[in-house]
């Protein structure tokens, strides 16, 4: 088979885990077939035979070429609220928000969405998990601990969000939730089921890689949306992701809530537990006989000051482990290189032992252990023939890191945004130094600050004039103490 592109001269870490005796990474040579899949892999030359006329052949003296990131939990509508709220926990930070989304219509829904997905695509993130903006606004009352309704929009709200990740050329599962409070349930899940085929139709089938129970049971007021919840899980033949114990805040009504999936028979591997920091040791021990999986952000979770997840011990008790990005709004840079090393660290620090995990480790989280959480490992998450060619091209020497002690190490440790020269999904160039090629990359951003702006607006907390000085000096800032 003759190879659309051939790269040359790579030092790959291809995280797939290797045979006994095999190296986990190699200096040598990656094929990617006319149908977007790599077609072959190896260390040394690469084969001759592969050196055919019309193959595009790139050379690329030593630089780093890994899978794309993915990011097992993401709202990439949240693109154009990066800094809101920023001193707020978790329920006045997502209080901040749908106030604005209250006021978005469907185009600035779309527009928000394609702002997000590029953004992801141009720091490397080349598949991701995305809790899509529900066509209901609810305000959650922590004190009372239920929904409010505030906005019903139509479908339209929904499905021109598939439309945004797809014309980014990004690869994703649409996360929908049931709105089970929102109406009688039958027409709840029948209203689900259009969208569930919405978000395939609105995809193309390279990108799609599912869709799945975007889990509300956390802000539920009763165990009904569960027991929706597994009935749609069922229906479909979909995982459920579910935000759980995520705060500290009303802990102990969160916990409570547990026992609600346990009843509807949800537990088990199709039910992944997002950010999952606060479960009793009961709780651990139900999703790992289950074989559940929960999903790790340690940024936004440091940013909301929501707490550090023990995702070593959830390992340890046999739980798969994904990673991702969250929300810009609370990662404000989607940063995955940021990301490994603050999980990295806050659980050497956490546990006081710098050998509890690894580089490799972390980086295996954030690319294959990512896409086994959310069984699409036969297809992204690492550097296999017939797997989707998605991969980065990382020069540790551009800004330059020194003398290589680890590969791994320099890759997680040392590299970062700078380094990350190239972003490439199914083998075609996404991006370049950061800048995207997707047709309508060059007019998200203004379309975002303009359609965000109108909303905040509307909001009543309008986005402040940058060309303006401030109408009074602003106070100093309080000690630290």
């Not at 999952?276 to 909301?304: C, E, K, Y």
């Amino acid at each position: 088979m003759t190879p659309a592109l051939l790269l040359t001269d790579a030092l790959l870490l291809p995280m797939a885990d290797p045979r006994p005796g095999e190296p986990d990474w190699f200096r040598g040579w990656l094929a990617v077939g006319h149908d977007g899949r790599i077609c072959g892999i190896g260390p040394g030359e690469a084969p001759t035979a592969l050196l055919a006329p019309g193959v595009q052949v790139r050379a690329l003296g030593g630089a780093i070429v890994a899978p794309g990131f993915i990011s097992a939990h993401s709202h990439l509508f949240t693109s154009g609220l990066r800094g809101i709220a920023p001193e707020s926990t978790l329920y006045p930070w997502v209080g901040a928000m749908m106030d604005v989304f209250a006021h978005t219509d469907a185009e600035d829904m779309y527009w928000s969405t394609l702002h997000g997905a590029l953004d992801f695509i141009a720091n490397g993130i080349t598949s991701a998990y995305n809790f899509t903006q529900s066509r209901v606004t609810w305000r959650y009352d922590p004190a009372t601990a239920r929904n409010v309704l505030a906005a019903v929009h139509p479908p339209e709200n929904l499905t021109r969000q598939f439309d945004g990740a797809a014309d980014a050329g990004l690869r994703t599962i649409a996360s929908i939730r049931l709105d089970d409070e929102a109406g009688p349930q039958a027409e709840v899940l029948a209203t689900f089921a259009d969208m569930v085929a919405a978000a395939r139709t609105h995809t193309p089938p390279e990108l799609f890689l599912g869709a799945s129970v975007m889990g509300a049971v956390q802000w539920a007021a009763g165990p009904s949306t569960a027991e929706a919840e597994a009935r749609a899980m069922r229906t479909h033949g979909i995982t459920n992701q579910a935000h759980f114990v995520e705060t500290a805040q009303g802990l102990d009504v969160q916990r409570a809530k547990f026992d609600w999936y346990v009843r509807a028979g949800a537990l088990g591997p199709d039910l992944l537990f997002g950010h999952f920091i606060h479960p009793t040791d009961q709780m651990v021990d139900a999703v790992a006989a289950a074989g559940g999986r929960m999903v790790w952000q340690p940024t936004s979770n440091g940013r909301l000051a929501s707490g550090v997840a023990d995702v070593v011990r959830y390992a340890r008790a046999g739980i798969g482990i994904g990673m991702g990005l969250d929300d810009q709004a609370c990662t404000d840079i989607s940063d995955p290189f940021g990301n490994m090393r603050l999980g990295l660290y806050s659980q050497r620090a956490l546990h006081h032992d710098a050998a509890v995990m690894s580089a490799r480790q972390v980086l295996r989280l954030h690319t294959l252990g990512s896409a086994e959480v959310l069984g699409v490992a036969d297809r992204v998450g690492s550097l296999e023939v017939g797997k989707f060619a998605d991969f980065l091209v990382v020069d540790h020497t551009a800004p330059d890191t020194g003398p290589v002690w680890d590969v791994y190490a320099t890759y997680v440790m040392a590299c970062g945004l700078r380094n990350l020269k190239n972003v490439y999904i199914g083998g075609r160039l996404a991006a370049r130094e950061g800048t995207c090629t997707a047709p309508r990359a060059a007019d998200a951003p203004g379309q975002l600050r303009e359609r965000i702006g109108r909303a905040a607006a509307a909001a009543g907390t309008p986005l402040p004039d940058l060309a303006a000085a401030p109408a009074t000096p602003s106070e100093e800032p309080a000690a630290l103490v």
